[in-house]
């Protein structure tokens, strides 16, 4: 019986009451139906521009007001950082599920200030 490589099905993305959030991704193994999820220990990564981005995600959703050509603006100046921090974060998840046979759940706290500690985990 061959190994198959673990698939992601699933994202989360849970706010705490600052820009800051929570990001998980359930993964299993391709035709596995297995609910339970298996915890890995909690990362944390320092994202600033990323919160920032998912901040103005967030206020969205809410339906709260952002100035949108400053975001644009902002996007425009700092959009190769974004694309760091984003490509750091699938590498974090990538690795991790290289290291994986079953099913579980990657998950990881994204803060904007680096000097913050998880709260709420």
């Known amino acids: 019986m061959s190994e198959q490589a673990v698939k992601p099905y699933r994202i989360v993305i849970e706010w705490t009451n600052t820009e800051d959030f929570f990001?998980?991704?359930?993964?299993?193994?391709?035709?596995?139906?297995?609910?339970?999820?298996?915890?890995?220990?909690?990362?944390?990564?320092?994202?600033?521009?990323?919160?920032?981005?998912?901040?103005?995600?967030?206020?969205?959703?809410?339906?709260?007001?952002?100035?949108?050509?400053?975001?644009?603006?902002?996007l425009a100046f700092e959009h190769r950082h974004l694309l760091r921090e984003i490509d750091e974060l699938l590498r974090a998840l990538h690795t991790h599920l290289g290291n994986q046979q079953g099913h579980g759940s990657y998950r990881c706290f994204i803060r904007n200030n680096k000097e913050q500690t998880v709260a709420g985990s």
């Open 23 to 74: 990001f998980s991704c359930d993964y299993k193994v391709s035709g596995d139906d297995a609910r339970e999820t298996a915890t890995k220990p909690l990362q944390t990564h320092w994202f600033p521009h990323v919160t920032r981005a998912m901040g103005n995600v967030l206020k969205k959703l809410r339906r709260e007001h952002i100035t949108f050509p400053l975001f644009l603006l902002s």
